[in-house]
Nanobody
Framework: QVQLVESGGGLVQAGGSLRLSCAAS????????MGWFRQAPGKEREIVAA????????YYLESVKGRFTISRDNAKNTVYLQMNSLKPEDTAVYYC????????????????WGQGTQVTVAS
């Protein structure tokens, strides 16, 4: 069992930055691929980024490439999403997800979900 708790969301002006954190419970964190998803009002949840347990395999949504960076610290059981050059269209609830591999997480079939953290980008 893995419990995920996101933090770091908030209100920011367009062009600004935020860093999201997802703290995981359980000693098996390092076995999981971790992902960040987002869901904007009236839209489906979409994958934003994913990182394998070693950090050797990383996936990004095309629209965030060059602006967002996913990373993880297995010693701290934490995964991060550094978001720079934020745009109003990045406004959404951001969710942390854990699954067995990058392919499974990217398709949205990871086993565990956090409660989400709101990110609002003002124009």
């Amino acid at each position: 069992q893995v419990q995920l708790v996101e933090s770091g969301g908030g209100l920011v002006q367009a062009g600004g930055s935020l860093r999201l954190s997802c703290a995981a419970s359980g000693r098996t964190f390092r076995r999981y691929t971790m992902g960040w998803f987002r869901q904007a009002p009236g839209k489906e949840r979409e994958i934003v980024a994913a990182i394998s347990w070693s950090g050797g395999s990383i996936y990004y949504l095309e629209s965030v490439k060059g602006r967002f960076t996913i990373s993880r610290d297995n010693a701290k059981n934490t995964v991060y999403l550094q978001m720079n050059s934020l745009k109003p269209e990045d406004t959404a609830v951001y969710y942390c997800n854990a699954g067995p591999d990058v392919g499974t997480v990217v398709r949205g079939f990871g086993d565990y979900w956090g409660q989400g953290t709101q990110v609002t980008v003002a124009s």
